[in-house]
């Protein structure tokens, strides 16, 4: 037996959803709704699957119907079912993240739906080329003195140091924008490495092993973050520490100089974070980085490096129609726009997974939205594109603060 | 036999310095001065130690002076040391860290001093103090639905969740600046525990341990950031998250209220940032934090969670004396004015290792000066000023952006 009486409405915005009533059903686990008005304005709405003139709800529908619309839930005995016991019925991890980020895009008067309604490929994820330069070798030997424990070497020719500066910005020759406090050359562990393997660097104190050795003491990914950093270097682009700008790198396009003075000077317009596949984060602490290099507009720019392995099946969370020229975007009438991933500030995210995500949606043929719930149940967007690198083996994404 | 001829000079800021001739004795690993135009010009600078008209120089003033004053050093066989040559006499943990911050503050025109110079307290770390409010204690028995996989807590009663929303700014009602989207309150984890320990909730589905459980699952550390939330919020402070200021919580006055509008409304000016003992974060994460707070204009509070143990003794790096009202300060007419601890942006800092360090600087009543050398030497400073917050066991830090 189904209660099927329509009941008080508190909600002033869309009388077409008023006191609508929703039958949840035990042995299938399922919210229905078969009374006509609101199946008519629920179809409209672009909510549930419609068979047989009755409604089947998602989940997340059912609850945002309860939370928003003021529709009331009761199982076949007549008992009402409010959030929490609706809610516990289901077995949906992250319930709650999925929850938040399809009621905001909801809210924002947007639709969207369950991601089993893929179909095939939709080639709505354009793919960002970057140009690709050529690494200026320089043809020195030089010999530098690594300082482990600070992973530094200095060139101590003032020469050489200086010229390898000015021509290819490669270490640092006296203070930075005060080159000429000092006469040595400092080379960060990346640069360090790069003239040992390409430019006849050599140290005199330690092999090019034992410095890989006392890099990888102090920070255990080293070797991927070269990798991230020869793979762009070798393609002309100038890659410098991002400290003040809260990431690993900031990346200059090829042919930057760092002898330009004034009006000439190029700002870096990029920078780059290098997330392994094997690391696992907070996304919080994942996000705070793309929020510095928002607030000192830059374009910032995801590396994960990392060799592939067959990971668990990536399982993204809905699919995303947007706005269009006039009004917004429907499954009866568009192609969707974007896939969500769905996340909460407090939970970890492992660069694999990500990855997964993100190679999942170019199957797709969408771009992936990151829709992060905070503690407040507030959504934070962040837009993923992909970025070709020609000749690289490597995928890297633009990661873009993003308001729908 | 110590070489002592004055040589071609480069610098041409200060012609006091030109040529100086530096002794390096292999017997006791120093390096001297004695020549009597160059001691002179030394001890009027304040560099090294004056001994029978013979100055001793520490390390980074020796290497200081041959990369930036064209200094020559030489062995007791007339061997020229360059940079390099000497560093390496030096065993010296982290050298070019401390030469790095050593050289900056010289060539900003002050002096900076061995940290053995220390005498006594200085009486010059003033603390800061915060306010104690009370914490107001709704008297209701609600109960919630916690989703350990979101780390939330659901109160679908409607009154009580709004009650103690508006009253006590727990929990979220509805949506973030947009009360009216919704009927439930969502409470974060934090709220949830402290609601559980002194507001009388339930949790249908887990008891008090259960719910602490599923939290240290999702972060270790649980434990330690609720007690700083708690020794704040039964101070009267109001705390959310900090998600959207890269921080963990962001903190407004007591009595603050979330259903002010318009013109009424306060905005946070604090941020916290939890940093436990037993935690280590590499340098360039842990001011990437701090550099969110700045872009947003938030003032940055560090918590430093966890038991005290005897750590290894903490050693500081130098004695600062900075500018004064007519010129600057020196160790001759003033006291100094910070310490610094010289660190880069590649090596890890522990929670207890920052502790103890300001837990010295305290000793010493001096404020401490973090000086962070990029990978290009560039350095930037934080400041570390304690705060007082009455009754509370732990101590806090505001952390400042500072350019000396």
């Avoid at 080159?179 to 080379?187: C, F, I, P, Y």
């Avoid at 990346?251 to 700002?267: C, F, I, N, Q, R």
């Avoid at 830059?298 to 668990?312: C, D, E, M, N, R």
């Amino acid at each position: 037996m189904y209660i099927n009486i329509s009941l008080f409405a508190f909600y002033s915005g869309s009388g077409a959803y008023m006191g609508i009533t929703l039958q949840y059903n035990t042995n299938d686990n399922t919210v229905k709704v078969s009374e006509a008005e609101s199946v008519t304005a629920l179809h409209k709405g672009f909510f549930g699957y419609m068979q047989k003139g009755v409604i089947t709800l998602t989940p997340e529908e059912a609850l945002y119907l309860i939370d928003i619309r003021n529709a009331r839930s009761y199982d076949e005995n007549g008992n009402e079912l409010k959030f929490n016991d609706l809610a516990e019925k289901f077995k949906i991890d992250k319930l709650i993240a999925r929850y938040c980020t399809f009621k905001d895009w909801r809210d924002r008067g947007l639709i969207i739906r369950p991601i089993e309604e893929i179909k095939g490929s939709y080639g709505r994820s354009p793919v960002k080329q970057y140009p690709s330069g050529k690494f200026q070798i320089p043809k020195y030997a030089i010999q530098g003195l690594l300082f482990p424990e600070d992973l530094v070497t200095i060139i101590d020719d003032e020469t050489a140091g200086k010229e390898i500066y000015e021509n290819y910005w490669l270490g640092q020759f006296g203070t930075y924008k005060a080159e000429q406090r000092g006469k040595l050359s400092k080379l960060d562990v990346y640069e360090t490495l790069l003239m040992i393997k390409h430019c006849n660097l050599t140290l005199r104190n330690a092999t090019e092993e034992q410095m890989i050795k006392a890099a990888k003491e102090k920070r255990d990914d080293f070797l991927l973050m070269y990798d991230v950093y020869e793979d762009w270097r070798l393609r002309g682009y100038i890659l410098k520490t991002g400290f003040k700008f809260g990431t690993h790198f900031r990346l200059y396009m090829p042919k930057a100089s760092p002898t330009k003075k004034g009006d000439e000077w190029v700002h870096s317009k990029h920078v780059i974070q290098v997330f392994p596949r094997k690391s696992k984060l907070l996304i919080s602490e994942w996000a705070r980085a793309i929020r510095v290099a928002h607030s000192v507009k830059k374009t910032f720019i995801l590396a994960i490096p990392g060799v592939k392995s067959k990971g668990k099946k990536v399982e993204l969370d809905f699919l995303l129609y947007h706005r269009k020229k006039e009004g917004i975007e429907n499954p009866k009438d568009d192609k969707p726009s974007l896939l969500m991933l769905s996340l909460s500030e407090e939970e970890y995210i492992g660069g694999a997974e990500l990855a997964d995500s993100i190679e999942e949606a170019k199957r797709i043929g969408l771009d992936l939205l990151l829709a992060i719930a905070d503690r407040e149940t507030s959504v934070t967007y962040y837009r993923v594109k992909r970025i070709e690198l020609p000749g690289s083996k490597y995928e890297y994404y633009e990661i873009e603060w993003e308001q729908p």
